[in-house]
């Protein structure tokens, strides 16, 4: 309809002395009105497009007044249906009225169901707001009760790996002192083993006491000569070296059971003696 009304004005800028373009506008205006009045579901128009079609119904009413009570011979309209027209505008203006009445009240209440249904989602969405909010936080407890339960472990699996390399730092100390006092023992007695046992006597071969202090054997008479000549030299080196290896070999045989043997011997002096 805005867009009929909005020709029918162009053509009466156009030409306007035509009565029959002035009484198309009216029509159209008048039309507007009524078709706004016959919506039945109140949500399919406004209050605000219910006064503009009351102000252009009103326009109408003007027009077809005037219309109607034109005097000239010629008119390009019957001036009873313009008559007619006004006073159908009438009508259709005391029910406009009645039907804004009504629309005024369907906007305040659907402006306060709305704000209901506002408030109702905002107090929803803080409500839920509030729950992400004690979600998030005992979220942020948990994790940070995580993270302390794991530091602790973390500490306590270094201070168990700190005991158990202490303990057996001490351990290796304490076997290393029982071998270094054990082995010290050991040579101590060995020692002292040493020191009780009596001077071996050696056995080898005795020898002859008639060597002069040269060590040469006294000269002897040749019967057939008649004169002293000096006996013949030994060679006792070889005898030396021999009995010496001899004895070292004894004593290194016998250094093991030096106590056993000198008690040995002490029962043999006394049995001797007996």
Known sequence: MKMALKYGESALHLQPHDKSILYNIAMIEQKALEMMVSVEDL??????????????????????NSLASDESKALPYSKDLADQRRKYGESLLRKAENH???QYEYERENAAQVEAARKAREEEAERLRAIQEVELEKKQ?????????TLERRELTRQLMESYRADSDDDEDRKARR???????KVEEGLSGEEDAPPKKRRGPRR???LDEDGDEPMTADPSDGEEKPRQKKSRTKKRVVQDEEDGDEEQDN??????????KEFLSDTDEE
Do not use: G, P, V
């Not at 407890?141 to 339960?149: I, P, S, T």
């Open 43 to 64: 949500s399919k128009r406004t209050s605000s497009d219910l006064e503009m079609a009351i102000e252009h119904a009103k326009h109408a009413q003007k027009l077809f």
């Open 179 to 185: 071998k270094s006092t054990a082995k010290k023992a």
């Open 208 to 210: 002859k006491k008639n």
């Open 100 to 102: 804004l009445s009504r």
């Open 255 to 264: 250094r093991k059971r030096r106590k056993t043997e000198y008690k040995s």
């Open 141 to 149: 407890k948990d994790e940070e009760a995580r993270r302390q339960a």
